[in-house]
């Protein structure tokens, strides 16, 4: 199978969806997410959020393994510069989660994202992150043009 057995309706599900406002993915707790209590353990969100950045990007259309090949003429790697978490209740096993995530503002190369997870309309984590493209020399990179188009939300949720 040259698709390494995803179909595109199983990609679309593990990929989530790009919304009005940025991106959204659904995401189910695990019993390796949770602690000794059965709640999610606090760094785990860290890992939630960065998996719908990390899909946000991908659907619109900046793919990871691309620019550490150098499809742009260098290299180009994603670091995140700065992170504020607000954690308001905890998640816990076998919730279903929401990852919603927005784009804020886009200045030179960073971008400014905000993003919640909830379970249902209830809101339970909620994060604020500067991220920042930079090549392989470790220097930042400002964000191509293109990039900016496909990042600025078309409406504010």
Same mark, same amino acid.
């Not at 990390?54 to 550490?68: K, N, Q």
């Not at 978490?85 to 929401?98: G, N, Q, S, V, Y």
């Not at 190369?109 to 993003?115: D, E």
């Given at each position: ?8 309706? *199983?990609?679309? +599900?593990?990929? #989530? ?6 991106? %959204?993915? !659904?995401?189910?707790?695990?019993? =390796? ?33 691309? *620019?550490?090949? +150098?499809?742009? #003429? ?6 995140? %510069?700065? !992170?504020?978490?607000?954690?308001? =209740? ?33 809101? *339970? ?33």
């Amino acid at each position: 199978m040259d698709d390494h057995g995803e179909s595109a309706t *199983l990609s679309a +599900g593990l990929s #989530g969806a790009l919304t009005d406002f940025g991106h %959204r993915l !659904m995401a189910r707790v695990y019993y =390796a997410d949770t602690d000794f209590s059965g709640v999610v353990y606090h760094a785990r969100y860290l890992e939630f959020f960065e998996r719908g950045r990390s899909d946000y990007l991908r659907l619109a259309g900046v793919h990871h393994t691309e *620019l550490a090949d +150098g499809a742009h #003429g260098e290299r180009i790697v994603w670091v995140v %510069r700065r !992170m504020e978490i607000d954690f308001r =209740a905890p998640a816990r096993m076998d919730d279903i989660l929401t990852i919603d995530t927005r784009t804020e503002d886009i200045s030179g190369a960073r971008i400014f994202m905000a993003q919640q997870l909830k379970r249902g309309s209830e809101v *339970l984590v909620e994060a604020r992150v500067e991220a920042a493209i930079i090549g392989g020399n470790g220097r930042p990179r400002r964000f191509p043009k293109e990039w900016v188009a496909a990042f600025m939300p078309k409406a504010r949720a």
